[in-house]
């Protein structure tokens, strides 16, 4: 270690300790990996238990390292017998070490999980993780300790054997226990500990053969003063850095748990990656170390330098090639762990922005080790907890407090330079005390200049990964939500969907703060029916209100399938939430159920009724609510003229209007309208602009309530914090396909003005507004709701979460279902452009579909053909497309009674998949 060239050497040494440290590493990887395929929940259960892992690496480095420094320093020194009571000792006091840890761990594991995991939905996986691990406690010190040891002697190869014996045992058994023997975490958990026992016997059979100099005595098991000073000195150091680790991830888990699993997995995921970069660095300084401390006990302090900087070289090298990796695929890496699209798509930005400084992370640890191996505790103290006390504690509370969940990400870059600024003046004060000329050493000038210019680099690319992160974050503190459904409501009409005219102030500036779905479509063509998919994430042939309005007002209320629950009936399982109704939807059906207050009226029809909303509003602003809200003033008979009192319409309009109104007030039969038409078009009275003007005076009237409403919110500071969706049930039909029939036209057809509804959602927190081109149902706003709130879904739900980004090749399915006055359905499928129609006999029992009365069927290109005139279905090339699209239709509507299958489950075939991209839809 005196003499031979320093390259090779430093190799020699710390090719064991890398390919050990990586074991570790890559166990750990291997491992997440396994227990990302059971969900986020089981990721973020696994880095809730890091911290507990930490504190145990933390004791078990405290007395290894130390024990290895003192060892090698001893072992240079020719001073055996020192040597074997300094190695005795070590493992006497891991004895101790380690079983007050294991009972400590039995004690604090559920308290401390309540306090660090509370809202994450996490702590029953980590729980479940953690309870096997404190059991092997034990085992995992006096591995550290034992490995440490043999290194100090100069044999790294056994502790590398230990470790990849270990490591490759764990990967094996992790996949049996998971899932062959279906133990799910609790498996990765037993198959840690049966790893890490095998990897101990491997390393306790060295020390008890023939080729260790290092022997176990039992009268050297106390330790002197001496050894317990030397011991501090050079493992403090280490056992800092870990226990700064183990109180930064738990601090930072705590603050990550209020975002909800998905934040915890995604720090999970890059603590995991940290390792394996971390790990190699970790092993090549363990080989520094004892090169480092022989030739310093020897006082060759100038060989003591060379091995730093050679050192440095290696891991700057390392380093960089990962930072390279990272920031080109991050995708690859993030994937590799998790499925969940919210994950992939908010750890991408995340990986990139935690490892930014990467190269930089070698200097830290070499410079670390480097006061270790000559014995300076003080300077290694220091330097140990730069990153994570030093700079990163207070960084962490200030970038948290202005960023959210972005600045618990940017505070790890800002540690890595300020803990490398830290190590550089150490370092600097210090070789000059060991150079006589006291100059810079040779190419240090060049790499502080290629450091800066990195440095420069990283922080663009840093802005530019903050600028195109993911906006939408899970909030999960009060669960405040407020779903409104404005009837009859085209998307069309409203200014954010370009409309000129200026029906809805109030909404567009609402629309500013939200998500736009731009193409959003109800899943039926009445309002009975399509509330209770909005409410319950379901089609009408799931829930099993199909039943018209002439049905419901003879008195015949189906009642929502038994095993579905609404919105409320789902949120008061999972706590204490208050429940509001303000909706005029008959009870008869079941709409009331989960609600504590149920007012059957509109909210806007008045304001003695909508300051009694607002009320409410006020007495739970500091409580979990839920409010459904729903609103008729845009329907007809358009009673709502305010928008044409606005513009001073004249008399005679006006006289047509009252009339209009006084006609349905004594029928409310649809069908009243084709004569009432008819007479007002025989004497000339009425056209479709009154009928539009009147339409769009109820939009107008709506809006300045909404208006007032989100007005309310903001006053009592809970506006923010709000879960706020704006909706409709279904539009109107003005004539665009049907000349002779000027209004009332909705429920008879799937055209898309009728189908094309606003889905307005402001997502808590979230600061910037973004419109979502690609379609979407109403029945995803629940399993959205949930979802955010990370409420399980239950299994009949048909929607999809609008935090899952689409990923399948082919877009996604919209489904919706019609009963025409004729006695006739409808059911549509939209995929991509293409929109299929079918039309076919009402069956006598509701609960049945009658696939063999169809009397009609419709393929239409919206792209191509958006006023859709061009029936495809009469072209020999769409037939086989028409027909799967038929079966997707077949599988989701039928057997209403059965809620075990989801739609979901049916896919186009691969023919019609490149039958689709031949024609140029895929």
Known sequence: MGTQKMLPLIISFSLPSIISMTAIALYNVVDTIFVGRLGTEAIAGLTLILPLQMFVLAFGLLIGVGAMSYISRSLGAKEYERANHVFSSAVFLGLIVGVFITLLGFSQLKPLL???????????????????????????????????????????????????TGTFLNIALDPIFIFTLKMGIKGAALATVLANTIALIVILVYFTGPKSHLKFKLKLVLPTKKILQELAKSGIPSFTRHIAASFVITLTNSFLAVYGAFALAIMGINSRLMMLFFMPIIGTGQGFMPIAGFNYGARNLTRVKEAFWTTFKIVTVFCTLGWILIQVFPGFFIKIFSRDPLVISQGIPALRMILAFLPLVGFQIIGAVTYQAIGRGLAGFVLSIARQVLVFLPVVLVFKALFGLKGIFLTYPAADLGATLVTAFWLRHT????????????????????????????????????????????????????????????????????????????????????????????????????????????????????????????????????????????????????????????????????????????????????????????????????????????????????????????????????????????????????????????????????????????????????????????????????????????????????????????????????????????????????????????????????????????????????????????????????????????????????????????????????????????????????????????????????????????????????????????????DTVKQLKALGYL
């Open 114 to 164: 309540d306090v660090i995991g509370r809202n994450s939905g996490a702590i029953p996986q980590a729980y479940d993780y953690g309870f096997i691990i404190v059991f092997g406690i034990p085992v995992m010190v006096f591995n550290l300790i034992l490995s440490q040891c043999a290194r100090a002697e100069g044999n790294p190869n056994i502790a590398m054997t230990s470790q990849l």
């Open 431 to 910: 070789f000059k005390k060991f150079s006589a000329s006291g100059g810079p050493t040779r190419g240090q000038g060049k790499m502080a200049k290629a450091a800066g210019l990195f440095v420069i680099l990283t922080v663009v690319l840093l802005l530019v990964n903050c600028g195109h992160s993911e906006k939408i974050e899970r909030f999960t503190g009060k669960k405040q939500i407020v779903l409104i459904s404005i009837d009859t409501l085209r998307a069309d009409h409203l200014g954010c969907y370009g409309y000129q005219r200026d029906t809805s102030p109030a909404l567009d500036k609402f629309a500013a703060e939200a998500v736009r779905y731009s193409g959003a479509y109800p899943n039926c063509s009445w309002t009975i029916p399509s509330h209770v998919s909005l409410l319950t994430g379901t089609l009408p042939s799931r829930h099993g209100i199909t039943k018209t309005w002439k049905e419901i007002a003879a008195g015949v209320y189906p009642q929502v399938n038994e095993v579905i629950k609404n919105a409320a009936q789902i949120l008061k399982q999972q706590g204490n939430i208050k429940t509001i109704k303000y909706a005029k939807l008959p009870d008869g059906l079941g709409f009331g159920k989960g609600f504590d207050i149920n007012r059957l009226v509109d909210p806007f029809a008045d304001d003695k009724i909508f300051n009694r909303l607002l009320a409410q509003f006020e007495k739970n602003k500091d409580k979990d609510f839920f409010f459904f809200i729903h609103t008729w003033r845009v329907h007809s008979p358009y009673t709502s003229s305010y928008f044409l009192e606005n513009e001073k319409i004249d008399p005679e309009t006006r006289r047509y209007i009252d009339n209009f109104r006084e006609i349905h007030k004594e029928n409310k039969d649809a069908e009243i309208s084709k004569d009432f038409l008819a007479f007002v078009r025989a004497e000339g009275l009425f056209n479709l602009r009154d009928c539009v003007d009147l339409y769009d005076g109820g939009i107008h009237y709506v809006d300045r309530y909404i208006g007032r409403l989100i007005a309310k919110t903001k006053a009592l500071g809970i506006y923010d914090d709000l879960f706020f969706i704006i909706t409709s049930d279904h539009g109107e039909h003005f004539a665009e396909h049907f000349p002779n029939q000027f209004y009332c036209c909705h429920g008879t057809n799937f055209f898309e003005e009728f189908i094309k509804v606003p889905l307005l959602i402001k997502y808590p927190r979230t600061a910037k507004s973004k419109t979502i081109d690609y379609p979407v149902s109403l029945i995803d706003v629940l399993p959205t709701l949930l979802d955010y709130y990370r409420v399980d879904i239950p299994a009949y739900v048909q929607g999809e979460s609008l935090l899952q980004q689409p990923t399948r090749e082919v877009s996604r399915q919209i489904i919706s279902e019609g009963i025409l006055l004729s006695s006739h359905e409808k059911k549509m499928i939209r995929i991509g452009d293409l929109k299929y129609i079918i039309v076919m006999k009402q069956p006598e029992k509701p609960e049945r579909v009658n696939w063999r009365g169809i009397v009609g069927r419709r393929l239409y290109d919206l792209k191509k053909d958006p006023l859709e005139k061009n029936n495809l279905y009469e072209d020999k090339k769409f037939r086989q497309i028409c027909i799967d699209f038929e079966k997707i239709l077949m599988r989701a509507v039928k057997d209403s009674a059965k809620v075990d299958k989801s739609m979901k489950e049916v896919k186009i075939s691969a």
